[in-house]
Nanobody
Framework: QVQLVESGGGLVQAGGSLRLSCAAS????????MGWYRQAPGKQRELVAI?????????HYADPVLGRFDIFRDIAKNTVYLQMDSLKPEDTAVYYC???????????????WGQGTQVTVSS
């Protein structure tokens, strides 16, 4: 079992910045990949960014956030961060931390989710 606790959401004006944090606990060695997803009202949950949690660092970003968001990890703190810069109103959503546990690169894994944190960008 893995538990995820998020923090750092809030209200910001367009062009501003926010940093989200996600602290993992429980069966840490079982985590392959961690990342962030978001869900806007009336829309499906979508990938924002993911990062490998062990070994060499590898990241992937969704096109809408490429160049504006940065995902990084602190292995010693079992924490993943999402630095969000140049925020736009269309970034408004509930942001969820995600951990992929098991054999992610072989397609045999389980998803664990945080409780979500609201990010609101005003125009």
């Amino acid at each position: 079992q893995v538990q995820l606790v998020e923090s750092g959401g809030g209200l910001v004006q367009a062009g501003g910045s926010l940093r989200l944090s996600c602290a993992a606990s429980g069966n840490i060695p079982s985590i392959n990949v961690m990342g962030w997803y978001r869900q806007a009202p009336g829309k499906q949950r979508e990938l924002v960014a993911i990062i490998t949690f062990t070994g060499s660092k590898s990241t992937h970003y969704a096109d809408p956030v490429l160049g504006r968001f940065d995902i990084f990890r602190d292995i010693a703190k079992n924490t993943v961060y999402l630095q969000m810069d140049s925020l736009k109103p269309e970034d408004t959503a509930v942001y969820y931390c995600n951990a992929k546990v098991g054999q992610y690169f072989r397609g045999a894994y389980s998803d664990y989710w945080g409780q979500g944190t609201q990010v609101t960008v005003s125009s």
